[in-house]
Each structure stands twice: as C-alpha cells, then as structure tokens.
T-cell receptor
Framework: GNSVTQMEGPVTLSEEAFLTINCTYTATGYPSLFWYVQYPGEGLQLLLKATKADDKGSNKGFEATYRKETTSFHLEKGSVQVSDSAVYFCALSTNGGYQKVTFGTGTKLQVIP | KAGVTQTPRYLIKTRGQQVTLSCSPISGHRSVSWYQQTPGQGLQFLFEYFSETQRNKGNFPGRFSGRQFSNSRSEMNVSTLELGDSALYLC?????????????FGEGSRLTVL
C-alpha cells in the first residue's frame, strides 16, 4: 500500500533560518505529491504540488522537488518567518479519479523572532 | 468562489450520544472525503463519496457512517459516541475529473465527547 514518512517534529527555528522538512514515500503506481499546511485553528490548505519526476513545486517561498530515484519530496524554504509557524503535511495521491490521499503524520514548525 | 463549508464548527456531546456533521463542497466538486484528526493518530481517512456512492472507506468501526446527497453535500454520523471520538473532523472536496488528487479542506468540526 501507499505510505508517507516525514520527519518528526516539532522543529524550532529562528526567523530567517533555512528550513528543510524531509518526506519520503512508498507508492504503487506513479503518485502525485503534495505539501499541505495547517495554521492554528484552521483546516489544511494546499501549499504546493508536483505531478511527475523532477517537477519542482513552489509557492510562498517554499519549494519541493519530486525525486523518483530517492522517493522523496523534501520541503525547503530559504528564510522562514514567524508567520510560517504551522503544521506541514506531506501527502501523495495515486489514481486521480479515486480521492484517497495518503498523508504523513505532520511536522510542526515553530519560528521564533 | 465559496470554499468548503463545515457545520457545526464546534460541538460538545456526552458518551453514548450520536452526532451528525455536515459538509458543503466547493461548487462543481463531486467528490467529498472525510478525515479524523487527533494529536495521537494524525490524519486518518474515514471515507470518500462521489455521486452519492461511497467509493473508499478507511479502517473505522461501523459507528462511523456517511452519505452524500444529489447536490454533492455530505454528512457524516457517529453513533454511540466514545471519549476517543473527540477530534477535529475535516471534510475535503475535489474535482476528480482531470485532476491530480488535490483536496480542498474545510475548517473542520471540532467534536468534544465528555
């Protein structure tokens, strides 16, 4: 079956630090990969996505590259802000016609001024 | 375009009661999925509906059920509530056709069971 493994949190960084949150996956078929973000008290919202190998998804300064050879989709940001404090979920979907998205356990990021 | 709307946002119930949660998807979205989120278990898939049919189901007991109406609105029901059912219940909708599996989430219904 499909699974997503992401690094344990919480991750605490100072403002303007570099962020990496690791994510690896196991999937049957050829998955689409996603990063979702959940701000306190809110539902999840899509941060970025990639649908094929070597694709780079990017949004709001965050980037992730679909690496088929290492089955990874690590999230990076060059300079984090306090407003980036949230929980980040790596996820995958196989067969877009059947919406059973598999999520990782989430990584809580806290950015301190 | 209105987002996914979930009602109620917060509710408190006691053990043994039952609860019904509602989800209105984004206009034009025909797939609705439900997830349970708890601090210990993370996001767990409950079920997914498309065109009033349940297509996928997670590993939850039969006390958890759902349905979808012809206008794509969905409800989930939990009967005989247990303390462990306290959680944030998230609904997500998607287009399905020609998409890559992107989900659009509501803000959730936070259920507390006393």
């Amino acid at each position: 079956g499909n699974s997503v493994t992401q690094m344990e949190g919480p991750v605490t960084l100072s403002e303007e630090a570099f962020l990496t949150i690791n994510c690896t996956y196991t999937a049957t078929g050829y998955p689409s990969l996603f990063w979702y973000v959940q701000y306190p008290g809110e539902g999840l919202q899509l941060l970025l996505k990639a649908t094929k190998a070597d694709d780079k998804g990017s949004n709001k300064g965050f980037e992730a590259t679909y690496r088929k050879e290492t089955t990874s989709f690590h999230l990076e940001k060059g300079s984090v802000q306090v407003s980036d404090s949230a929980v980040y979920f790596c996820a995958l979907s196989t067969n877009g016609g059947y919406q059973k998205v598999t999520f990782g356990t989430g990584t809580k990021l806290q950015v301190i001024p | 375009k209105a987002g996914v709307t979930q009602t109620p946002r917060y509710l408190i119930k006691t053990r043994g009661q039952q609860v019904t949660l509602s989800c209105s998807p984004i206009s034009g979205h025909r797939s609705v999925s439900w997830y349970q989120q708890t601090p210990g278990q993370g996001l767990q898939f409950l079920f997914e509906y498309f065109s009033e049919t349940q297509r996928n189901k997670g590993n939850f007991p039969g006390r958890f059920s759902g349905r979808q109406f012809s206008n794509s609105r969905s409800e989930m029901n939990v009967s005989t509530l247990e303390l462990g059912d306290s959680a944030l219940y998230l609904c997500a909708s998607s287009l399905v056709q020609g998409t890559t599996g992107e989900l659009f989430f509501g803000e959730g219904s936070r259920l507390t069971v006393l």
